[in-house]
């Protein structure tokens, strides 16, 4: 018997059959004796239907009538839940974000919440009932409806469990749970029972997608226990903790791969101070986010400076480096498109000394050049050419012995 | 310029470029000066695609939650109307009926407006913004969601209307004003410039679908000016007004021609008192609705007892008439639910004496036999065979010359 907040995502809430399962799923909840706070997104598709109805009258439409209109996204689940779970004669009650009083700043479209007001959630919940809470939505101080930006629902989850101290934030979602890698790339990839909150950032800043960074760092923050279940088939999930809580260390927890990176060298730049800003400022103005960056220092008094963007940005990122490539005096400009970023994840790494080693011996054992090396404390990145991508993380799942827990 | 209330049904915003096409009104009036605030419905099919939605996870929906859902409707319709007001340079703000503050009671699916808080509005009207407000929905006393039961869009543009003290209320509808009588019946029907609440209410209350009942009491209560318009093409409508505001008084309005209704008669019933309790009782007790009721006493102790209800309802309130028959000691019992209530309305009839005799000489012209009279101050219903809607009507609209102004 615990405080439990659950999490279900548009798929999970598709269309009205998908809807009652979840009914279901909630309503076993209720008769373990568990009180339960609900939090949903809208059903899968129509965020997108409200997008391309605004499209059709405003091209790229902002602000805060966007937030009007895309709220009511997950206000249409909220009710039909309810509905669903009264059917099942669980007594629920549904909340949007505005009358839970979920305050945010007032930046439209990707406002940050301030402010949970537990209040009406927590007289619900001592009148016996379900409640089930709108997602990804907000209310400024002014009284305007704000939404978080999307994916938002899973930090609307994990804020509200911070606000209740609640047992447990339990993601439901098409997964069911977080694997050493990609499955379809590994056959033997393994479900980890626990992970740890800097472990989950890592893994999802290198474009493992089962949760939104923002939310994870919520949980981290605030230390909710954040676990992550599918919403088809009954199992235990991850759960997502602080180190103390996960006794035998693992040495890495997993391999991530990201294609979505492209790679640009300055060759023989004048190695004087100031270079990397007068490259990086104007890429910075452009809005685009640059990831790894290295540096080396040649002997003749030039160096070669590379770094990669998303892909999407490749082509802005050349003429922009065309731009200041005479005014640098560089010698020329590479640009690679057809990479993969390679990383190994864990906080053993910490204690164990020669993960990077064993790391580069694997991957140079299958003939796999490394083009790009970037390190953390709990993380390794290495850039290769795309066509190795997946004998890269096979390789490295292998040698780090992934698939026993 | 002046103070306007401006409302669009849902065919008027069907789709995005219907909405754009109502910005351009609603900019065509801010750039005349006027300062305008908008109310909107649902757009069209939007509010069966939510019930339908909810209908796959319990049979007939109701309550808190169903309002919840269906309130979405008019959100989403704000919101787009907003941006295509901003597209056309015209600044503009959204409100939900939540956030204007409008108070209602707590009967869900049908609540009744209690207050209406015109600070959020004034505010933004003194900002230079239209206001676009959802219509069919409120705020009970306890933050939940209520809405006002179909149509009730055009009660809450009458009642903004009357909180404001605004100059004028226009439901801008798919019809270009109140004509006097269907013209898909009498070719040479005319368009009215003005018309008394009384009369709109009776036509109303007679089949004619202009406008909601509600809205139109809720006008006359608060001498709200109420004009029906166009959405779709440019003209003046029709005004719906206090009698003093009508200088030259018409002896009629129109002519209204109701095929819903179905006659019940009782034969030979013992005349005494209580009797038409005994029958009426049950009828009310199963939730039916009577309209006209006649009863003639004969000279034999006995009276028949006649009364017309909904067309839908006539096999059960013969079921019930039935039940009763026997206590009441009743000769027989007869139905007929081919038959049409023809009507007169207009408040010339208060001073001018000779209408009635008129009417019914003119369909005696016809050999149109009368079934049943019933009679208000300023409405002379008739009950004949349905076979003669058509040609009842067009004599009538002819007789009475409805054609001339």
Redesign the interface.
Known sequence: MGLLVQKFGGTSVA???R??AVARRVRDSRQRGDQVIVVVSAMAGETDR?LS??N???KN?KG???D??L??GE??T???L???L??LDVRA??L?G??VRITTDAAHNKARITNIDTK?INTALSEGEVVVVAGFQGMSES?D?TTLGRGGSDTTAVAIAAALKADECQIYTDVDGVYTTDPRLVADARRLDRITYEEMLEMASLGAKVLQIRSVEFASKYRVALRVLSSFEDGPGTLITSEENIMEEALLSGVTLNRDEAKLTMLGVPDRPGVASTILGPVAEANIEVDMIVQNVGDDGTTDFTFTVHRNDFDTTISILEKISAELGARAIEGDNKIAKISVVGVGMRSHAGIASRMFAALANESINIQMISTSEIKISVVVDEKYSELGVRTLHSEFQLEHA
Chains 1, 2 share one sequence.
């Open positions: 269309d009205p059959e809807i009652a409200l109805l605004a059709e009258i405003v439409p805060r009538e966007l009007v209109l709220s009511t206000q249409v909220i009710a039909l309810v509905l669903a009264q059917a009650r549904s949007t505005s009358q009406r009284g409806i």
